[in-house]
């Protein structure tokens, strides 16, 4: 781009990250940008083509566009949650949590569904200002299976989970954080399942030595992002928490296609 496209391209990403457009803002149609910014129309494709590539900004119709993040479906109304007449335990310890619940779906016969309560989750995904994400490769007996993961681990009673995210990073991979930011809480499988996971992302972060907490740690290696679809294809990313926050970074990264 020219040095006026250069100049209206950073005005209009200046309306987006100073909230001046917000989410879901509709931006001036291309006629009104022409003559308010000065560039010819051709120009100014270009740069909405670049914001919508950097993911800033999205086509919305023929030629208009909406600021990225916006929701436009609304939920429906009128709608009736499971009713809950009691419950029971069937096993109970410092990991895990089985209870038979009483239930009574919106018409439909009442019957015991079981659930199966797990400990509440902090998972970060870091990267370095060369787009890396740091990751463990690790083996799980479980699944019996190495694969590439990202630090997490279990929120204390009592804790902040972004205190849990930054401390688990540390433990883990002997990198601290310069900075972490939420970005979702999800349930990994929320038929049965109750087990909130906190996804953190966050970028820098400062070698202050070895892996302290050595039941978890396992090889630490800066893994570029533009590998992770295929790993994926591959089967060697583990766990739905990483799989989660490296989906976000990818949706969320300019070079990423649209």
């Known amino acids: ?57 999205r086509a919305h119709g023929r030629s208009a ?7 436009s479906v609304e939920p429906p109304e009128g709608l009736e949650p499971w009713k809950i007449h009691g419950e029971r335990n069937l096993y109970d310890n410092r990991w895990v949590k089985l209870d038979l619940v009483d239930v009574e779906p919106p018409g439909v016969e009442r019957f015991e569904h079981h659930v199966v309560t797990l400990h509440h989750v902090a998972i970060s995904a870091v990267l370095d200002d060369e787009d890396r994400v740091l990751m463990l490769w690790r083996y799980r007996f479980v699944p019996q299976q190495w694969g590439w993961e990202l630090p997490g681990g279990i929120v204390d009673p009592g804790e902040d989970a972004q205190t849990t995210a930054l401390r688990e990073v540390e433990e883990e991979t002997g990198w601290r954080p310069d900075s972490l ?63 989660v926050a490296l989906l976000h970074l990818l949706a969320s990264s300019p070079t990423s296609a649209p």
């Not at 566009?65 to 929701?71: K, L, S």
């Not at 396992?218 to 790993?231: E, F």
């Open 1 to 57: 781009m020219g040095p006026k496209s250069t100049k209206v391209y950073s005005t209009i990403r200046e309306w987006i990250t100073s909230g001046k457009l917000q989410p879901g803002d509709k931006l001036p149609s291309e006629r009104t940008l022409s003559e308010d910014l000065e560039i010819g129309r051709t120009a100014l494709r270009q740069v909405l083509a670049r914001l919508a590539a950097e993911r800033l900004i």
């Open 181 to 243: 930011e939420h970005v979702v809480t999800y349930q990994p499988m929320v038929g049965m399942v109750d087990s909130p996971h906190e996804i953190y992302v966050g970028r820098g972060a400062q070698r202050i030595g070895e892996p302290t907490d050595l039941e978890e740690a396992g090889h630490v290696a800066w893994v570029p992002l533009a590998d992770i679809p295929g790993l994926m294809a591959k089967g060697q990313l583990m766990g739905s928490g990483t799989l």
């Open 65 to 71: 566009y909406r600021v990225a993040g916006g929701v």
